[in-house]
């Protein structure tokens, strides 16, 4: 049987999660990741190549003989990187440029949800910072101040007065926070303070898979509180939003934006993961992901059944609807271990203590983001550094276990949430 080289590009805990499953597959050959972390240097071979160098990460492919890549991060999908490969001639797991604007361009996401009725927060575009701080004096707050492009996560800006958005307004399009991503504004309506969920699907354009649901917790803090991250913990799935919840995202999200891409002339094939947000008119739309969600991968593949290759194959040879995809009967949960000063700044190269203790507590794993390896020792290089994931039979039994997990591990300024799930939790329904 041929094996399937595989090339995973990208270097946080989503790509290691995608490794690890993959390193499990029966039909995998040799895997590389491009520039991967010390997590990934264990299952895999680390390429020094960064995810937008193209011409370099194509000439590998090329000389490597690899069969698969998989792109995990946004930057290079937005950018062109599926559409470069294939004119390459090279299989690649995601969407196009034109597709990927579902997440790297917001304006052209509302109006998308607009044109095909997927509800979401009503809003207005700005190009300009003088014509949108005019637009802000006649608002009600709160309301919410988002840049168009992409941000890491964290260009969105909840503002309870005037001058909070008048702030947010000057700082992405004036001060550039976000460099060109904030070129293009969003001024929308704030859906309210209910609980958000990550909705994961894989499509080839034509058919596609639900994941089970998900919940991300963003802000910095326990209890929401502080600025938003790239996401502090997540688990799947969600006790209390079942098969309804998916019904409802498959027939009033899914469909419809696929359809209005394929109208646009691009076809999405890849992972779309819409975030949605509860409120007192039921439920809409934040905004899209062209990509796997992280940390939402980290617990997606503890409870992946299915060989996640078979899943992307039947995904780019359009077969799909052939294809019956199983998961785990049990609950999985990530919380993210990050560094001093996240998310406003990096903070510095520290040692790491502890991770192979931490693995040694039965159900758990550690995957790694913000990691690097240097004589042996592996240190902690800035941002989100570990994901301690864990699974069980139920979701206290797995937010024990990922919480016992973090006992084993230190390092200097490491912080994270005590409270991941614990709003489920509090339902008492598990």
Request: charged share 25%.
């Amino acid at each position: 049987m041929h094996k399937t080289n595989v090339l995973v590009i990208g270097s946080g805990g989503r790509e290691h999660a995608i490794v690890w499953k993959i390193s499990k597959s029966p039909r995998v050959g040799k895997i590389f990741v491009a520039p991967g972390n010390a997590g990934t240097s264990e299952l895999a071979e680390n390429v020094e190549i960064q995810t937008t160098n193209f011409p370099e990460l194509i000439k590998f492919a090329t000389e490597n003989k690899i069969d698969l890549t998989i792109v995990g991060p946004d930057d290079p999908l937005s950018l062109g990187i599926v559409d470069e490969f294939q004119k390459a001639g090279l299989r690649i797991f995601g969407p196009t440029k034109n597709a990927a604007r579902v997440e790297s361009s917001k304006a052209f996401s509302k109006d998308l949800m607009k044109k095909q009725n997927v509800p979401t927060a009503t809003y207005k575009i700005f190009r300009d910072s003088k014509i949108a701080i005019d637009y802000l004096k006649n608002q009600k707050f709160p309301l919410v101040v988002k840049a168009s492009g992409l941000a890491l996560g964290k260009g969105v800006s909840i503002c309870q007065t005037f001058r909070e958005a008048e702030d947010a307004v000057n700082s992405i399009m004036i001060d550039k926070s976000f460099g060109d991503s904030g070129s293009e504004i969003i001024i929308e309506e704030y859906l309210g303070k209910d609980q958000e969920i990550s909705i994961h699907c894989i499509t080839d354009g034509k058919d596609f898979l639900l994941f089970p649901t998900a919940q991300d917790h963003k802000p910095i803090f326990d209890g929401d509180k502080g600025p938003n991250t790239g996401g502090m913990g997540t688990y799947a799935p969600i006790p209390w939003a079942g098969k309804e919840y998916l019904d409802w995202a498959s027939k009033n999200v899914i469909k419809p934006i696929l359809k209005g891409l394929k109208e646009y002339g691009s076809n999405f094939t890849g992972c779309l993961y819409p975030g949605l947000k509860l409120t007192n008119e039921g439920l809409k739309v934040l905004e899209f992901n062209a990509r796997f969600g992280d940390p939402e991968t980290q617990s997606y593949m503890m409870l992946l059944d299915t060989d996640l290759l078979d899943i992307i194959d039947a995904c780019l040879d359009g077969t799909l609807s052939q294809l019956k995809v199983n998961w785990k009967s049990e609950f999985a949960v990530c919380v993210i271990l990050a560094s001093e000063g996240y998310p406003v700044n990096r903070g510095k190269d520290v040692p790491i203590k502890g991770i192979k203790e931490a693995e040694k507590v039965h159900g758990a794993v550690v995957f790694h983001s913000g990691t690097k390896k240097d004589d042996g020792q592996i240190f902690a290089s800035g941002g989100r550094v570990l994901g301690v994931s864990a699974t069980g039979k139920t979701l206290r039994e797995a937010v024990n276990i990922a919480y016992k997990a973090i006992t084993k591990i230190e390092f200097d300024g490491m912080q994270y949430r005590k409270d991941i799930a614990a709003k489920a939790l509090s339902r008492d329904q598990v």
